[in-house]
C-alpha cells in the first residue's frame, strides 16, 4: 500500500515542478515570442505598404485587412494575407496594394516550406547572386486589373499582369499567383461592398483606359475622402459634370456603372454599364434589349436628365420621371433593380462627400 | 588515475564506439529530417546536448527516489519539460532556427537516445558519470549531425554554412538537399562508418 | 468528402509519413527485416495513431486551447500517448490472445515511435477538425505500414543481393531507402 502511495507521490510531484517550471518560462518566454511575430508581420507590413506612416487593421466578413494611411491621413494602400497551398506546404503571403486595389505595391512571402532549392526559390534564389528575391520581386508595381498569369521560358510583360515562372517549380509558381488572385478577388468584392469604408468602390476596373471614351477628354480626377471623382470643366473652368463609378451584385454577376451627374448632384446627366455579366438573353437587356426593335438602349437611356433629389425607385409600368421612376424590364427584374439600388446607395455617399 | 581514464573513455565512447547515429542507429529521424544544411544539424544537435544533458543530470540526482514501477513516465516527464524549455528558448531567441526544425524540436522528446540513455545510464550512475557520459552522446550526435548536415549542403546548394565553397560552374545536385539525399548520405556514411571502424580493429 | 480524400491520398502516399517526412524511423529500420512482423507493427501504430489523433485533438481544443496552456503540449501529448499505449496493451491481452501475440511486443516499442507524437503535433499544426484528425492519423498509419512493408520486401530479396560487406545491414538499408524516397517523390505534386 504504501509502494503505490511513493509511486503516485513521486509521479505527481515530478507532473507539479515540470508544470511549474514550465509556467514561469512561458511567462518569460511568451512576450518575447509574441513581439518577434509582431515584428515579422510589422516589418512585412511597412515593406508592402511603403507610403503610410499609420496602418489599421480591420476585420471585414472574416478576412483581416491592413488600411495604410499617409502623412495626411488619406488612404495610401491597403494589405491582406493571401493563404493557401502550395506544391507541398501551406504558403502565407503578404500582398500590399495601392488604394484603388488595381495595383500591386510589393508581395512578402511570410511562410513556405516548399522543395528546398526548387520551390523555395519563390521566396530566394541563391542561385542569383545579383537578386536572390527576383521571383517575389516582380510583383513589384504588377498591374492587377486582370488576373496575374505567369509565362515560361519568355519574358514576362509587366504591363500585360505577367510574371515569369521559375524553372523547375512551376507548380510553386502557379500556387503563389493563383492564390493572390483568388484571394484578390474575395477581398475586392469584400471593400466594395463595405463602401463606408474609405476605399473608391470603383477598384479594379481598367478605368483610365474605358472612362476617357465616355466622357470629355480633358477631365481630371479627384479624391475626396478617398473616393475617386472624374470632374469636367467648360472652358471658362466651371464644372460641368461629375462622374463616379459604383458597382453592386446583379442576378448573377457584378454590375458596375459609371453615373454622370450634374455638378449640385441634383440630376443624372448619364448612365453606362461599365461591367455586367448577366444572363443571356435576360439580364444583358439592360446594356442591350434585343427585345425592343425601335430602342435597344432604352432602359439605360430612362435614367438620362433623371431627378435624384428623393430615392429612384423601379416600376412595372408607366414610370413617372419626374418622381424619380423607372421602368424595370420584364423577365429581368432583379437585374433592373440592382441598377437603381447601385444608383441609390452610391449617389448619397457620393453627393456628401463631395458637396463637403 | 584509474577512475580518470575511465571517465574520459565514457567520454569518447559516444565520440565514436557507441557513435548514436552511425553505430547505434539511434535518433535517426532527426539526423535526416533537419539535415539540410549544416547549421541546421549543428542547432538540432545543440538543441539535443542540452536536453540530454539536464535530464541525465536530474534523473541520476533522483535516480535513489524514483520507484522502479513508474521510472519511465517519470524519465518522459523529465525529458519533454527540457525539451519544452529548449523549444520555446530558440523560439524566443533563434527564431529563425526555431522556425527551420519546425516539429523535429518537440520530437526530441521521443528521440531514442535521450530516453535511452536514461534507462541504460543515468538512472544506475552518479551525476558526474551521467552527465559525462550525456554529453558525449550528445556530441558526438551533433558532430555527426553537422557533418551530415555540411556534406548535404556542400553538394545540395554549393554552400557550407551558407559559405560558398564550390565554383560558379557547379551545378547543384538538387537531390541532396531534398529527402532521398538524406536517406543516401546517411546510408553512405554508415557504411563508410564500418569500413573505418574495421580498418581500425586490424 | 473530397477533402477527407485528400488527406488520405497526401498522409499515404505524398507526404508519406517514414519517407518524406522522416518520422518513425527507428522501427521503420529495426522491424524491417521480415513481412509479417513489418506488417505487425505497421497495424499497432495504425491503431495506436488513430487513437491518438482522436484523443490529442479532444485534449488540444478542450484543455490546451480552452486553458491556454498550449506551452503544456508536448508534455501533455507524450503522457497521453505512454498511457493510451499501455491502455491499448492490457486491453488487448484481456480480450484476444491471439492478436496480443500479434502485436503484444510491439506495443511498448510504439511509444517512443516518433511518428505518434509526430501525428499529435502536425494535427495541431494542420488546424484539423475531429473527424479529419482522425483520418490523418489513420492515413499517417496506413502510409507508415505501405512504406515498412514495402522495406521488408525488399531486404527478404536483398539478403541474397551481394552487398559489399561494410554496407550490410543499416548502411544498405538507408541506401534503399533512399531509392524508395526518390520514388515517392514522383508522387509530388499529385494533389
Known sequence: MTKSYKLILVLTMTAILSGLLLSFLNLHTKPLIEAHQDNVLNS????????????????????????????????????????????????????????????????????????????????????????????????????????????????????????????????????????????????????????????????????DEIIPNLIAEDYEIKVIEGKSYYINRDNSGKVTEVAFTASGVGFQSRIKVLVCMNPDFSEIQSLRILEQNETPGCGTRIVKDTKNETDQEWFIKQFNSLKVTQPVTCVEKSPKKSNGEVQAISGATVSSETIVEILNNSIQNYRDSYLK | MAKKITLSREFLKGLWDENPVLRMLLGLCPALAVTNSGINGLSMGLAVIFTLVMSSAIISLARNIIPKEVRIPTFIIVIATFVTIADK?????????????????????????????????????????????????????????????????????????????????????????????????????????????????? | MVNIFIIFLSAVIVNNYVLVNFLGICPFIGVSKKISPALSMGMATTFVMTLTSAVSWL??????????????????????????????????????????????????????????????????????????????????????????????????ELELADVPEYFKGAAITMIVAGCLALAFMGFSGLI
Request: aromatic share 8%; with cysteine.
Open chain 2, 89 to 202: 528558448m530558440l523560439a524566443a531567441y533563434f527564431p529563425d532556427i526555431s522556425k527551420a526544425l519546425g516539429p523535429f524540436v518537440p520530437l526530441i522528446v521521443v528521440n531514442c537516445i535521450i530516453l535511452g540513455r536514461q534507462e541504460a545510464f543515468a538512472s544506475k550512475n552518479s551525476v558526474g558519470r551521467a552527465v559525462i557520459d550525456a554529453l558525449g552522446m550528445s556530441i558526438g550526435f551533433t558532430i555527426t549531425l553537422t557533418i551530415l548536415g555540411s556534406f548535404r549542403e556542400l553538394f545540395g546548394v554549393g554552400t557550407i554554412f551558407a559559405v560558398q565553397i564550390m565554383p560558379d560552374s557547379f551545378e547543384p545536385l538538387m537531390v541532396m538537399v531534398l529527402q532521398p539525399g538524406a536517406f543516401l548520405t546517411l546510408g553512405l556514411m554508415i557504411g563508410i562508418g564500418n569500413w573505418l571502424n574495421a580498418r581500425r580493429a586490424k
Open chain 1, 44 to 207: 512585412a507590413l511597412s515593406s508592402v505598404l511603403p507610403n503610410s506612416v499609420k496602418i489599421e487593421e480591420k476585420i471585414i466578413e472574416n478576412q483581416q485587412f491592413y488600411f495604410g494611411y499617409d502623412k495626411q491621413n488619406r488612404m495610401s494602400g491597403v494589405a491582406f494575407l493571401a493563404e493557401g497551398n502550395g506544391f507541398q506546404s501551406k504558403l502565407r503571403i503578404l500582398v500590399g496594394m495601392d488604394e484603388t486595389l488595381t495595383r500591386i505595391v510589393k508581395i512578402k512571402i511570410l511562410e513556405q516550406k516548399e522543395t528546398p532549392g526548387l520551390g523555395t526559390k519563390i521566396e530566394t534564389d541563391p542561385s542569383s547572386r545579383s537578386n536572390p528575391e527576383w521571383f517575389p520581386n516582380q510583383f513589384d508595381n504588377l498591374n492587377v486589373r486582370q488576373p496575374i498569369r505567369y509565362v515560361k521560358n519568355q519574358a514576362a510583360d509587366k504591363n500585360n499582369s505577367e510574371i515569369m515562372a521559375i524553372t523547375g517549380a512551376t507548380i510553386s509558381c502557379k500556387a503563389v499567383v493563383d492564390i493572390i488572385n483568388a484571394t484578390l478577388n474575395i477581398n475586392r468584392e469584400i471593400i466594395r461592398k463595405n463602401t463606408d469604408l474609405a476605399c473608391p468602390a470603383g477598384a479594379g476596373v481598367p478605368e
Open chain 3, 59 to 156: 485534449i488540444n481544443k478542450y484543455i490546451l486551447d480552452g486553458l491556454n496552456l498550449q506551452f503544456l503540449q508536448t508534455v501533455s501529448f507524450i503522457l497521453v500517448i505512454a498511457s493510451l499505449v499501455q491502455l491499448v496493451e492490457m486491453f488487448v491481452k484481456k480480450i484476444s490472445k491471439p492478436l496480443y501475440d500479434a502485436l503484444g511486443i510491439f506495443l511498448p516499442l510504439i511509444t517512443t515511435n516518433c511518428a505518434i507524437l509526430g501525428v499529435a503535433l502536425f494535427l495541431v499544426l494542420k488546424e484539423y477538425n475531429f473527424i479529419e484528425s482522425i483520418i490523418f492519423g489513420f492515413s499517417a498509419g496506413v502510409g507508415f505500414t505501405l512504406a515498412i512493408v514495402i522495406m521488408a520486401g525488399i531486404r527478404e
